[in-house]
């Protein structure tokens, strides 16, 4: 039977948006939004923060959070997430799968969740990535990371910019992304490349080295929180989310 391990890095060190880990959103600490709707997955056996920081390290004791501390080195999530997948196989504990859900998106679905799981483990890709349809402004924000997908449904780049050209419809790279466990150790292996850090986007790093990436699309509306700005928009979508009602009694 497959095992699943689900990862949330977190670092409060953000260049855009220092603390925002911590950061509350309808009175709960955003990374502690991320944490508990991953729990209530179905499809992940263990899910755990990583991060290099004691302040999380310490928010997270205090609410029974499980927590790793990692290296303050790594330049992307992913790498945080593969540092969490050498700990638990040196401590003798061997995850198929490992999910990384992003600190930064408050609003996930636990059954979006079990949807990339199960695509990753049915399908024939070692790298599923979410993603979302956006129109109009989103497609001209640099902070939002956008996706051109194939016919075969396979992810062809990423970038920060306006793409395809002119088009004013496409599709946001959401920060929740599935990996063979084998494939999240070689991208660990593989060195920076170019486009990753021009675009400051870690996948680009398997397409460049040829590893295709399979997208799943969502159609509920995620945002992710890049800006302070961003805050209340969150707010007012998870004003009446039925979800949070399963935690929040650990926050009053």
């Known amino acids: 039977m497959s095992t699943v391990l689900g990862v949330v890095p977190v670092r409060m060190d953000s260049t ?10 309808n009175g709960i600490p955003m990374l502690a939004h991320c944490y508990f709707r991953a729990l209530n997955s179905k499809t992940l056996d263990k899910v755990v923060l990583a991060t290099p920081d004691e302040e999380i390290l310490n928010f997270a004791k205090i609410y029974n959070i499980e927590a790793l501390k990692t290296s303050d080195q790594h330049e992307r999530a992913s790498e945080r997430a593969g540092e969490v997948l050498d700990i638990f196989n040196n401590q003798g504990s061997k995850f198929d799968y490992v999910i990384l859900i992003q600190g ?36 001209k924000n640099p902070n939002i990371v956008k996706s051109v997908l194939g016919d075969d449904g396979n992810i062809l780049f990423f970038s920060r910019s306006q793409i395809p050209h002119g088009s004013n419809v496409g599709y946001r790279q959401l920060g929740m992304i599935g990996f063979t466990s084998s494939i999240l150790k070689k991208y660990c292996e593989l060195k920076p490349t170019k486009l990753e850090i021009q675009e400051s ?37 998870m004003k009446n989310d039925e979800i949070v009602k399963d935690y929040s009694r650990f926050f009053k």
Not at 16 to 25: H, T
């Open 104 to 139: 930064d998106e408050p609003q996930i679905n636990p059954k979006e969740i079990d949807n990339l799981t199960n695509t990753l483990i049915n399908g024939n890709n070692s790298v599923v990535n979410l993603v979302h349809p956006i129109k109009d402004d989103d497609m």
């Open 16 to 25: 855009r948006f220092p603390g925002k880990p911590l950061v509350e959103i």
């Open 201 to 237: 986007i870690d996948m680009m790093r398997l397409l460049e080295n040829n590893i295709k990436i399979k997208s799943l699309i969502s159609n509920e509306i995620i945002i992710g929180v890049d800006l302070q700005s961003d805050i209340e928009k969150v707010e007012m979508l």
